[in-house]
């Protein structure tokens, strides 16, 4: 139903590796692709502001791969 729409604002929570992609899309390149598309409709669905929340405390939680230049590239 989001199709086409933007907000003002966008949050996208828990954006780590093994979540978003998901673990299991390490071996299907189709499931990459596919979490890489719809993350990036989400970060295109902001007018102002865009807010991504990963959390580092745990040595688990890594940011998502996607963030880095090999994805979306909104991390250096």
Do not use: C
Not at 18 to 40: F, N, V
Not at 63 to 72: E, F, I, K, R
Request: net charge positive; charged share 30%; hydrophobic share 35%.
């Amino acid at each position: 139903k989001s199709k086409g729409r933007e907000f003002d604002a966008v949050a996208i929570v828990d954006l780590h590796a093994g979540r978003i992609p998901h673990k299991s899309a390490e071996t299907d390149p189709e499931q990459k692709d596919e979490a890489k598309r719809l993350l990036y409709v989400g970060v295109t669905r902001a007018r102002k502001l865009l807010m991504y929340f990963t959390d580092s405390s745990k040595n688990w939680n890594q940011p998502s791969p996607l963030l880095g230049t090999d994805g979306l590239g909104l991390l250096r």
